[in-house]
């Protein structure tokens, strides 16, 4: 795990102050949504399928402050759309710096190097910059070619300038577990700090429909892909998350652990689900009915579903549950998980081929002659 010690600190404030109010939903990670509106079309994205109307809309750098701070969490992060075609994207995220929560902006990168000058380092900032695994994958999955050189060029420059950086890779059903791990080593060698993985949620305006991981292939993938995964792997995930990824560890939802605000206002019941919208955070956590989501639920919707911004708070809320909790994370933070049996390891049978947004197989991206 890669998660800086002053982030761990605040997270872990945060949850006694709760559990000493006697709270049992509290947030953790703000999902603020302050646009639409990308400049990549994405065949497994379900958040651009907007109206003209909406994607040229943006929330005020005052309604992003305003959410914040009626929020409370300590860590909040910045999705979109592409956040960095945001007019005032510099102000919201000084703002919300200043306030000394962890924002991680999460970025496609391809305007990431030109807009540096824009932002000052700081421990409180970092870019999570999208990168959906080696270049073809990548490329394939963002409908564009050039996009992953783009990022991995954005993340050096990054770097170099003193910023943090992570990644944030969504996997699908044509993911190879081999190629995967050689990426892994590929993204610690740029410098980042930590690596997020999560499989894909079936969003039902996603043009690509067909490549979304069901719950049993997602822990045959990631038992495949993590099993005796090499130290040098930094995540900026829980050790138990990742455990439960590979069906090592027993999870339930906790969607209230990630609320999203956005330009409809609080978005119920997660970020991923859209059903409805509250005008202030203490309508979306009183009156949301929590029973209906989640996997033991039995929501058709929730039935498949792994992703972090679910399942993270959970984790969160397993290792500081009790003692035993507690424990058992040290021991996966120390010695590392235990390897996997060989029956677990069995090849994944071959998915069907990816699609463009236009309904035809997807060209394959040809390696650069080195």
């Given at each position: 795990?890669?998660?800086?010690?002053?982030?761990?600190?605040?997270v872990?404030?945060?949850?006694?102050?709760?559990?000493?109010?006697?709270?049992?939903?509290?947030p953790?990670?703000l999902?603020?949504?302050?646009?639409?509106?990308?400049?990549?079309?994405?065949?497994?994205?379900?958040?651009?399928?907007h109206?003209?109307?909406i994607l040229?809309?943006?929330?005020?750098?005052?309604?992003c402050?305003?959410?914040?701070?009626?929020?409370g969490?300590?860590i909040?992060?910045?999705?979109?759309?592409e956040?960095?075609?945001?007019?005032?994207?510099?102000q919201?995220?000084?703002?919300?710096?200043?306030?000394?929560?962890?924002l991680?902006?999460?970025?496609?990168a391809?305007?990431?190097?030109?807009?540096?000058?824009h932002?000052e380092p700081s421990?409180?900032?970092a870019?999570?910059?999208?990168?959906?695994?080696p270049?073809?994958?990548?490329d394939?999955?963002v409908?564009?070619?050039?996009?992953y050189?783009a990022?991995v060029?954005?993340?050096?420059?990054?770097?170099?300038?003193?910023?943090?950086v992570?990644?944030n890779?969504?996997?699908?059903?044509?993911?190879?577990p081999?190629?995967?791990r050689?990426?892994?080593?590929?993204?610690?060698?740029l410098?980042?700090?930590?690596m997020m993985?999560?499989?894909g949620?079936?969003?039902?305006?996603?043009p690509d429909?067909?490549?979304?991981?069901?719950?049993q292939?997602s822990?045959?993938?990631?038992?495949?892909?993590l099993?005796?995964?090499?130290?040098?792997?930094?995540?900026?995930?829980?050790?138990?998350?990742l455990e439960?990824?590979k069906?090592?560890w027993?999870?339930?939802?906790?969607?209230?652990?990630?609320?999203t605000?956005n330009?409809?206002g609080w978005?119920?019941?997660?970020y991923?689900?859209d059903?409805g919208?509250t005008?202030t955070?203490?309508?979306l956590?009183?009156?949301?009915d929590w029973d209906r989501?989640?996997?033991?639920?039995g929501?058709?919707?929730?039935?498949?579903?792994?992703v972090?911004?679910?399942?993270e708070?959970?984790?969160v809320?397993?290792?500081?549950?009790?003692?035993?909790?507690l424990l058992?994370t040290?021991?996966l933070?120390?010695?590392?998980?235990?390897?996997?049996?060989?029956?677990d390891?069995?090849p994944?049978?071959?998915?069907?081929?990816?699609?463009?947004?236009?309904?035809?197989p997807?060209?394959?991206?040809?390696?650069?002659?080195a």
């Open positions: 795990m890669s998660v800086p010690v002053g982030q761990m600190l605040a872990l404030r945060h949850v006694a102050i709760q559990r000493l109010r006697g709270n049992d939903r509290y953790l990670v999902m603020l949504e302050p646009l639409f509106r990308c400049n990549l079309a994405c065949g497994g994205c379900g958040k651009i399928q109206p003209t109307e040229r809309s943006h929330l005020t750098p005052e309604q402050f305003q959410a914040v701070d009626e929020c969490a300590p909040v992060s910045i999705p979109g759309g956040p960095l075609l945001h007019p005032q994207i510099e919201i995220v000084a703002g919300i710096v200043a306030r000394k929560k962890y991680y902006l999460c970025t496609n391809l305007r990431l190097e030109e807009m540096l000058p932002f421990p409180y900032l870019f999570s910059v999208h990168l959906d695994g270049r073809e994958e990548h394939h999955a409908c564009r070619e050039g996009v050189d990022a060029a954005a993340i050096k420059a990054a770097r170099r300038a003193g910023f943090r992570t990644t890779s969504t996997l699908f059903t044509d993911a190879d081999d190629r995967y050689k990426f892994f080593d590929d993204v610690m060698t410098g980042v700090e930590g993985i999560s499989p949620y079936s969003y039902s305006k996603a429909q067909d490549h979304f991981l069901p719950r292939r822990q045959s993938l990631f038992r495949r892909m099993d005796g995964a090499p130290r040098r792997w930094k995540f900026n995930q829980s050790p138990v998350f439960f990824l069906g090592a027993e999870l339930e939802c906790r969607p209230w652990g990630t609320p605000y330009l409809f978005q119920r019941p997660c991923l689900l059903e919208y005008k955070f203490r309508e956590m009183e009156e949301t989501y989640g996997r033991a639920s929501n058709p919707k929730c039935r498949d579903c792994m972090h911004c679910g399942y708070p959970a984790a809320e397993a290792t500081f549950g009790s003692l035993g909790g058992a040290a021991r933070m120390i010695f590392g998980p235990p390897r996997a049996k060989p029956a390891l069995r994944l049978p071959a998915p069907a081929p990816r699609l463009q947004p236009n309904g035809l997807a060209l394959p991206v040809l390696d650069h002659v």
